[in-house]
Structure formats: C-alpha cells, structure tokens
C-alpha cells in the first residue's frame, strides 16, 4: 500500500505583503524559499529529526510545497506531526492546506490525497498567539503583538518571524536570479523604499518613485500534468522520477528566465555602488513575483518571456528524449500582470491587483489560441486610490457610454510574440513613442493627448479636427499614417472612424481602444504620478 501526502501554501502573496514594508517582504520570501528549498532548510531539518533517510519520497519540494510518497503509514505520520508544528513556528500565520491519501498504486495514492487536501483547504485554522481584548496589536496586521521594534512598536508573531530573515548572509532565494558570471550576493539587493542614500535603499529615478509589481505565472503546465499522468497510467512505477523530472524542468526554466532578466535589463541600469533597481519576492515553481523600478519594468517582461519559453524548449527536448511521455509540448509561455504604482501606495492590494492582471492575460491568450497560448501581457498604471478589483476598474474608470455602446479605454491584453492577428506589445510601444515625442504635445497634437481624459459629448467632432489639423500639415502627415497604421494593427481602426476605436471580439456591443495604455505608458517614462492622460468616466448625450 502506498501512503501520499500533498502541502501546499495558501494566500501566499497575502502572507508576503501583510505588514507593507519591503524589508518585511524580503524577509518573508527569504522564510518561505528556506521552508522547503536551500542549504539547511526546514524540510531538511525535519526529515533529518524524524529519520526518514531514504523511506519517503519527494518528487516535488519547492515553493513552500511538497508531495511525499512512503510504503510505511506511521513514518509519514510522525513526518508531517512534526513538519506542521516546525513549520507553523518558523512562519506563523501562514495559511496552508494538507491532504493525505492511500492506493495500490502511485497514482491512486496521489488522486486520494489531492481530494482530501481540496477537502482542507479553505480549512479555518486558529491564529496563535490567541489574544484578549486587551492585547497589543500591530498597527500593520491588527495581530496580536508579541514583541516591540523601535520603528514599528508592537509587532505580530508572523512580522518578528519575517525580520529575523531580512539580513541573512546566505540568501538562497536571490541567488536564483542572479547570472553565474557576475558576483551579486544579498547586499546587492534594495530593503527599503521609504529612505534614500542608505546602504540598502531602492535607487529610484530622481525624485519619481514609480514602481512596477509583475506577477508571472506559467500556460500550459496543467496540460503537461496531464500527459505525465497519462504516461504514469501505463508505468506506476515511473510516478517518482517522471514527477521529479518535471518540477526540475519548470524550476530550471524559470530561473534561467529571472538571471538573463538580470543580466539584460538590470544590470545595465545600474548606476556606481548603487543596489540593483529591484527587489524579487517569489520564484516558485512557474510563479514569479518581482518589484522592478517603473521604467525598466516592459523591458524586464519582455527579456524575462522571451527567456522563458527559449528555456523551455531546451528542457523539454531534454525531457522527451529522457521519457516515454507523449505529446510534449515544444514551449511554455507566460501570462503576466503588472501594477504601476508609487512606493508609498499598499502592496498588499496591489498584488491582488496583479494576480487578476496576469488572470486575464492568460485566459485572453488562450481564447485566442487554447493549445499552444503566447506569452501575454495586461498592465493598470495606479493614478488615484488603488483599487484590487480589475473588472471594477475597468467599470468605473477605463468606460465609457456613448450612444448605447461601451467604449473601454485599454485592450487588456498585449501579446509578446509576432503573431498578426493579436494586438503585439511592439505596436504599443510604438505608439506611446509616437504619441510621446515632445514635438508630438505641442499645438494640434495635444487634443489627442488629452482626449482620453474629457467628457465625450464632442469627443468625435474634436477627433476629427485633430486629424484634419494633422493632414493639412505637411510635417505631419508621416506621423498621421505612422499612428494609423499602428491603430489598425492594434484595434482594427482604419483612417475613416469617427473615433480611435475598434470592435471588441468578445462583445458586440463593446469597442475597445489603445490609447489610454499608450498614454499610460506614456505616464510611466516621464514618471509622472497623474496627468492630464488619465482616464475619467464621462457619458455622451
């Protein structure tokens, strides 16, 4: 009989950013990385405590996460008694989920464990230290303190354990994105936005502290799952190796994606002693969360994609000349979300932000392609109060009635790759040039720039005087068909529309344009906070 068990990790990210500070953040993704993964980590410790040797084992162990597999009930018992206790005192507050299963076989075994842990999750756990009514509470989490910091006054269990990882020497977890050829060590690595010109401080541009959070997450990894299992239907006995194969592929992948971001995009934006202009707070597995200053933060998606699925290729050549599993697919790709916001603004909303973010870019990828989804992109520039709701966002600030008819300022979704039936990251760019350029801001041109950010009762008679006043110039006249040409590329809007934009596939009744991602974009290079570019809710009469 084959005992299995499954942890996992839950609300990581609201684990990560829960008090709001970057020292705090790095000091929890420090935790995490050492619970499971690292030289001397937790899972280690406990396998070491208990005496398991080589009677369970681990086809998967990163993230936080792990799949155990053992012939002997008691010893897995004994295991994981222990593993939650060390684990709950070494990251208290930290939700988790825990399932257990037994079969004949591998597979067996592991379908009953994963329903008993969708069983447990979601499972209320009590918060220890309990607290009374009259008990100390942070000012950051409303826990129950249980210790005082000079700065912060009373601190949670979760807040003290997190510190206690802020500083530590080795840091296993950053030496995954940092290149093999270049000396970075932890030191190398910012901890605080809230000073400037101490030793660890965050080197912003000048005085805009414009930040981007990118939250990366892999496609396609569910259909690969789906393939081993089918492999190990026809071999049981291959559920371990075949397992362990594939977390390392994923693994490696994404690490060799997060280095070459480094070495293309971060270091050479580094200025002198000066840390590095980002600070990474998760890679587990496929999941990837990085701050990257505001400026540096598309080009840091685009090299991070690009090496993502180059990586991918390789490993899974290697991988299908190593196994019998069939159909692999040539790539992986990435769907990503990033937030622009100030330093100051919650983090701990943010992120929420842009997991739905990276939501939408996978599922828009996959509409368009459901086998073999692109690498894909949605972004939200934070110009007021940060809101964590992406489709109420787009509601109340990104649309607009006009006639009937809802006009969405952004396309959500922008694609990496060179596909011509999808609106490309490229053209985007291109635009935010185009429509950037100083010369561009000045006389006729500016009703365009601030187009977006007017009541539409006479938005189509000014949007042709603007094309009107472009073509009658002759210095302009280049420029109006560079934009056109782009906006048909983009959106499908052609010369003759009465307003810049296009039909959306997904609603007949919705027209969508790019323009206020390219003002957005626009926004972030000069680092403005607000502009005359954002965006207002107005209504046509």
Not at 39 to 63: C, H, M, T, W, Y
Not at 74 to 91: C, E, P, V
Not at 443 to 472: C, E, F, I, N
């Amino acid at each position: 009989m084959i005992h299995a068990s499954i942890f996992e990790l839950d609300s990581i990210q609201s684990y990560l950013f829960s008090s709001g500070r970057l020292r705090d953040v790095a000091g929890a993704s420090e935790l995490l990385d050492q619970l499971t993964e690292g030289e001397g980590n937790l899972l280690d410790q406990v396998a070491r405590a208990v005496d398991i040797s080589d009677k369970i084992d681990f086809p998967r162990r990163a993230g936080g996460a792990f799949y155990a597999f053992t012939e002997n009930k008691n010893l897995l018992g004994r295991f994981l008694d222990l593993w939650t206790l060390a684990m709950q005192q070494q990251a208290p507050g930290v939700a988790f989920s825990l399932g257990i299963g037994k079969g004949e076989r591998y597979l067996d075994a592991f379908d009953a464990a994963r329903n008993d842990l969708r069983a447990d999750n979601g499972r209320e756990r009590p918060c220890l230290p309990l607290a009374a009514p009259v008990a100390g509470r942070s000012r950051r989490t409303g826990l129950a303190a249980v210790d005082w910091a000079d700065k912060d006054g009373p601190v949670d269990a979760g807040t003290v354990g997190k510190k206690r990882f802020t500083d530590l020497a080795k840091a296993g977890f950053l030496k995954r994105f940092a290149p093999d050829e270049v000396d970075i060590g932890w030191r190398d690595w910012p901890t605080d936005f809230e000073s400037t010109g101490k030793a660890r401080s965050f080197p912003f541009r000048n005085d805009d502290r414009t930040v981007a959070l990118i939250h990366a997450d892999g496609n396609g990894l569910g259909s690969l799952l789906l393939k081993i299992r089918d492999a190990v239907e026809r071999n049981d006995g291959q559920f371990v190796n075949l397992y362990q194969a594939f977390s390392r592929v994923v693994v490696d992948v994404t690490k060799e994606a997060a280095r070459e971001a480094t070495r293309k995009v971060l270091l050479p934006a580094r200025s002198g002693d000066e840390c590095l202009p980002a600070r990474p707070i998760l890679l587990g597995g496929d999941d990837v969360t990085v701050i990257v200053r505001g400026d540096l933060a598309i080009d840091y998606c685009r090299v991070f994609a690009e090496a993502f699925e180059q990586a991918s290729v390789r490993e899974l050549d290697a991988l299908r000349e190593k196994t019998d599993i069939d159909d692999l697919p040539a790539r992986l790709s990435l769907g990503i979300g990033v937030v622009f916001l100030r330093a100051s603004q919650p983090f701990h909303m943010a992120i929420h932000l842009a997991e739905a973010l990276t939501g939408e870019a996978k599922k828009t990828a996959k509409r368009h392609d459901k086998d073999d989804p692109d690498s894909s992109l949605a972004f939200y520039r934070v110009t007021g109060s940060l809101v964590d709701d992406y489709d109420s966002i787009v509601e109340r600030a990104l649309t607009h009635e006009i006639g009937g008819r809802k006009y969405i300022d952004t396309l959500g979704t922008y694609f990496l790759s060179d596909s011509s039936n999808t609106p490309r990251l490229d053209d985007l760019l291109a635009l935010a040039k185009l429509l950037g350029a100083d010369d561009m801001a000045r006389g006729p041109t500016r009703q365009l720039m601030t187009l977006m950010g007017h009541s539409k009762t006479d938005v189509k008679r000014r949007y042709g005087r603007w094309r009107r006043l472009m073509a009658a110039r002759n210095d302009e006249r280049a420029r109006l068909d560079d934009y056109d040409h782009l906006m048909r590329r983009l959106s499908n809007v052609d010369e003759e529309a009465s307003l810049p934009y296009g039909a959306d596939d997904s609603a007949p009744d919705i027209l969508r344009s790019p323009l206020g991602d390219a003002l957005a974009l626009i926004g972030v290079a000069r680092g403005n906070t607000t502009t005359g570019a954002q965006t207002a809710k107005g209504k046509v009469a």
